[in-house]
C-alpha cells in the first residue's frame, strides 16, 4: 500500500489531479468496505477529483465530491499512514462551501511523514506506480508500459540502475510538461 500511497501523493502534488487517483483505485477497489484503509483511500480519490472538477469549473462536481470526501475520511486520525488527512478534510470543507476558491489559490499540498511528495522524493517502487499513472493517463501503450516496469524491478533486482533511471527520467519528464 505504501508504494501507491506515495505515489499517488506525489503525482497529485505535481498537478496531475486526474491522474492521482489511479495510482489508489485498484487497491482501493480490493479493500473491504468501510474499513480505515479503504475510507482513506476512497476519501482520497474523491479529494483529488473534487480539486479535478474546481480546477475545470465544474462547480456542481466539486461540491458533490468535495461533500462525499469528507464523508469518507470522517472519523479518521488527522495523520492516517502519514497522510494529512485533516489538511484535506478542512480544504474539502472550504471546497463544498466555495468551489471557487480554486481559482484564487493552489490547492493544498498532500503530505506522507509530513513531506509532501513530488516525483524525485519517490523510492523506486512508488515511481513506478507513478510512471504507470502518467503513461496511462497519457496514452502510452500499456502492455509496453508493463513490460519496463518489470524489466526495470528484475534490473534493480540485478543491481542495475540503468533502467530505473530511465523510469525515473520519464517522470521527470512528464513533470516538466
Do not use: C, K
Not at 501507491?4 to 492521482?20: D, F, K, Q, S, T
Not at 484503509?37 to 475545470?56: P, S
Not at 462525499?68 to 471546497?95: D, F, I, Q
Amino acid at each position: 500500500m505504501d508504494a501507491h500511497l506515495r505515489a499517488g501523493v506525489a503525482v497529485y502534488n505535481e498537478g496531475e489531479y486526474h491522474g492521482a487517483h489511479d495510482a489508489w483505485e485498484e487497491l482501493w477497489l480490493g479493500l473491504e468496505t468501510g474499513t480505515d484503509d479503504e475510507r482513506l483511500l476512497h476519501g482520497l480519490i474523491q479529494f483529488t477529483a473534487a480539486v479535478f472538477h474546481a480546477r475545470n469549473g465544474n462547480w456542481a462536481g466539486a461540491v458533490g465530491l468535495a461533500d462525499s470526501g469528507r464523508g469518507y475520511l470522517r472519523g479518521l486520525p488527522g495523520a492516517y499512514r502519514g497522510v494529512n488527512v485533516e489538511t484535506a478534510r478542512s480544504y474539502l470543507a472550504a471546497l463544498e462551501t466555495d468551489p471557487e476558491r480554486i481559482e484564487r489559490a493552489r490547492p493544498p499540498a498532500l503530505r506522507v511523514d509530513g513531506e509532501a511528495l513530488l516525483y524525485d522524493d519517490l523510492p523506486f517502487d512508488a515511481a513506478v506506480v507513478a510512471a504507470g499513472v502518467l503513461a496511462s493517463e497519457y496514452g502510452y501503450d500499456e502492455s509496453r508500459r508493463e513490460g519496463a516496469a518489470a524489466f526495470a524491478r528484475e534490473n534493480l533486482a540485478a543491481g542495475e540502475t540503468t533502467f530505473e533511471t530511465l523510469v525515473l527520467e520519464f517522470l521527470r519528464d512528464q513533470a516538466g510538461q
